[in-house]
């Protein structure tokens, strides 16, 4: 049976790319790939050519979640399951695959109307390492991929099978709390890999579909220097330092230039299959994650 294994790479629409790059490099550490054409930015995060990539353009929100597999069997197996399904799929033009860095794609979206990418073959660069412009030990990445976004969905409990039964997606928990910055929430997280959770489901007035993007780093002091920066910069801290009640992360929230939240985090749990048993819980931090109100 195919199986998704990674989040791969997003794309976000974005009208500021010149804030966002300052964002990116100057904040939050990621590598800018130069030569990029006009209206187009693309992150580096590890020795993949990008995973990060925002277009310019009205939405100020996500495009494309792109996840991937292990070999052109498995990347088979999920289109069959898909058609199957009465799934409309499509397979990337060679100029796609080129754009991506992949040696084949599939494209198609998921019950809530996201453009969901999923591929092979990613191309490496281990000679050209990642080189974060900033004093910075790097990201987890590797085959725990970019790591992990949280879509905002109003049918949770289709989105959650159709990630589930169709692409290969594993339960980890949920979380249904009353006080969510002030409202309920309800949330449901799947993971592919070791990661606890690659991606995120649950409903939110917030007025787009990426609830968050989360950038794990590798070093405990990243996540302070990161916050040094961010208070040093026009950009907002969204939620306090806390750990996740579900996944351990130690953290805190920062708005990037399209009002998307970023997390930036360290020390996430990695599960074993068959070692978690999966559960409710009825507050999304274990301590700390105040929402901050702007000033």
Same mark, same amino acid.
């Given at each position: ?16 790319? &010149? ?7 100057? @904040? ?16 580096? @995060? ?11 353009? +009205?939405?100020?929100?996500?495009? @494309?979640?792109?996840?991937? *597999? ?27 695959? &080129? ?70 997606? *594993?339960?980890?928990?949920? *979380? ?28 939110? +007035? ?10 794990? *780093? ?15 910069? +026009? ?24 009002? @998307? ?10 599960? &074993? ?20 109100? +702007?000033?």
């Amino acid at each position: 049976m195919g199986q998704v294994k990674r989040l791969a790479y997003i794309q976000i629409e974005a009208t500021d790319l &010149e804030a966002w790059s300052a964002f990116a490099g100057g @904040v939050m550490g990621c590598e800018i790939v130069p030569g990029t054409p006009p209206g187009d930015l693309r992150l580096r @995060v590890d020795d993949r050519p990008w995973r990060i990539q925002v277009t310019e353009g +009205p939405r100020n929100d996500i495009v @494309v979640v792109g996840l991937e *597999v292990d070999c052109g069997e498995d990347l088979a197996a999920i289109r069959t399951r898909l058609a199957d399904a009465g799934i409309d799929v499509h397979a990337g033009s060679t100029e796609a695959c &080129e754009a991506r860095g992949v040696r084949e794609l599939l494209c198609f979206r998921d019950p809530a109307g996201m453009e969901v990418e999923l591929s092979y073959g990613s191309l490496m660069r281990p000679q050209q390492p990642f080189k974060s412009p900033l004093a910075h030990g790097g990201f987890v990445t590797g085959d725990q991929g970019l790591g992990h976004v949280m879509l905002v969905v109003e049918n949770v409990a289709e989105v959650h099978r159709f990630y589930c039964e169709l692409l290969g997606f *594993v339960t980890s928990d949920f *979380v249904a709390t009353d006080n969510y910055g002030g409202q309920k929430g309800s949330f449901v997280f799947m993971r592919c890999n070791q990661r606890h959770h690659s991606l995120a489901i649950g409903y939110l +007035p917030l007025g787009r579909r990426l609830g968050h993007l989360m950038l794990q *780093v590798r070093e405990f002091d990243d996540v302070g220097r990161t916050l040094d920066r961010v208070h040093q910069s +026009p950009f907002r801290q969204t939620r306090a330092l806390g750990r996740h009640i579900n996944d351990r992360m130690f953290s805190f929230y920062v708005e990037s230039p399209s009002g @998307v939240q970023i997390e930036c985090g360290w020390g996430g749990l990695e599960v &074993e299959e068959g070692d978690l048993e999966v559960k409710t819980y009825d507050v999304t931090s274990a301590w700390g994650h105040q929402h901050l109100l +702007p000033k």
